[in-house]
């Protein structure tokens, strides 16, 4: 991959508890299998805002909701098709 790629995870208390702790250790376990992580800019954020929404978070800017361990992977799947590290 040429271009570093942002994700932001919402780690606020009510994305958090609602998940994005777990899609936290599913982004990081992704990103390492397929060795992106040198291509990745994953931080985290306090709010998105959009709570009720949630677990929410972004890639490149772009809000994903209802986020959860489940719909990750084949999220990033397709995000991130054919341009693993390997």
Same mark, same amino acid.
């Given at each position: 991959?040429?271009?570093? +790629?942002? !994700?932001? !995870?919402?780690?606020?208390?009510?994305?958090?508890?609602?998940?994005?702790?777990?899609?936290?250790?599913?982004?990081?376990?992704?990103?390492?299998?397929?060795?992106?992580?040198?291509? !990745?800019?994953?931080?985290?954020?306090?709010?998105?805002?959009?709570?009720?929404?949630?677990?929410?978070?972004?890639?490149?800017?772009?809000?994903?909701?209802? +986020?959860?361990?489940?719909?990750? +992977?084949?999220?990033?799947?397709?995000?991130?098709?054919?341009?693993?590290?390997?």
């Amino acid at each position: 991959m040429s271009d570093e +790629v942002e !994700i932001v !995870i919402c780690m606020g208390s009510s994305c958090f508890a609602r998940g994005n702790a777990e899609n936290l250790r599913v982004l990081k376990e992704y990103l390492e299998h397929n060795q992106l992580t040198a291509a !990745i800019h994953l931080r985290g954020q306090l709010c998105h805002a959009q709570c009720t929404n949630g677990p929410n978070l972004m890639i490149q800017g772009r809000m994903f909701n209802g +986020v959860s361990a489940a719909s990750l +992977v084949p999220l990033l799947e397709a995000e991130f098709k054919g341009r693993s590290g390997q």
